[in-house]
């Protein structure tokens, strides 16, 4: 089992449509959570955190966690043309621990 | 503005080769990493540095070394460079705190 699993895609949504990302982690003590975002050619670059049960939101982004399921989620509200990136799933391990394991990421492309 | 440089934005070499990736950072981070992605198996920890000198293996050491002499620089060292270690190369930074900085990556080729 990997330890950051997430959907590939590639994933369409219309424009000004919700987008729906998922990922799972196997290590239950897994204190910190992260998307990165990656356009094509470019480098990762940060754009949630969660570390507690619950939403947290950001603009048009809402990161959720469950971590009794071993899921999070991120939701792009409105999305834009330029939403259109492949998004990482980051997830950092017990307290201590540095190494931070990213998920396969999953291509999102926003239909105009 | 926080930035994090790698030497060679594409790289060819040849097999046995020894080939040495650098990465310098210019905001006093403790912690480097060193991942290396491919089409379907993403981002993966090759090593990891949280102060000088010191160095920890991540999940696909094999391969690889790594150096840390000053605190701004984090080199990676393929000993003898095989065609599997064509990739793409990503340093990272961080502060002890969450959020990673990535250089603009290597592409490295091994002929």
């Known amino acids: 089992q990997k330890e950051v699993e997430q959907n590939s895609g590639p994933l369409s949504v219309p424009e000004g449509a919700i987008a729906s990302l998922n990922c799972t982690y196997s290590?239950?003590?897994?204190?910190?959570f992260f998307w990165y975002r990656q356009y094509s050619g470019k480098s990762p670059e940060l754009i949630m955190s969660?570390?507690?049960?619950g939403d947290k939101e950001d603009g048009r982004f809402t990161a959720q966690l469950n971590k009794a399921s071993q899921y999070v989620s991120l939701l792009i509200r409105d999305s834009q043309p330029s939403d259109s990136a492949t998004y990482l799933c980051a997830v950092k391990g017990r307290l201590g621990n540095e190494k931070l394991t990213f998920g396969t990421g999953t291509r999102l492309t926003i239909i105009p | 503005d926080v930035k994090v440089t790698q030497s060679s934005r594409y790289l060819v070499k040849r097999t046995g080769e020894k080939v040495f990736l650098e990465c310098v950072q210019d905001?006093?981070?403790?912690?480097m990493f060193w991942y290396r992605q491919d089409p379907g198996l993403g981002l993966r920890l090759i090593y990891f540095s949280y102060d000088v000198k010191m160095k920890e293996k991540g999940d696909i050491p094999e391969g690889y070394s790594v150096s840390r002499e000053k605190k701004e620089r984090f080199s990676l060292i393929l000993e003898s460079a095989s065609t599997n270690q064509t990739s793409m190369y990503l340093c990272?930074?961080?502060?002890?705190?969450?959020?990673?900085?990535f250089g603009s990556g290597t592409q490295l080729s091994v002929l």
């Open positions: 969660i570390y507690s049960n």
């Open positions: 990272a930074s961080s502060n002890g705190g969450e959020k990673l900085f």
């Open positions: 290590d239950r003590g897994s204190q910190s």
């Open positions: 905001m006093d981070h403790e912690n």
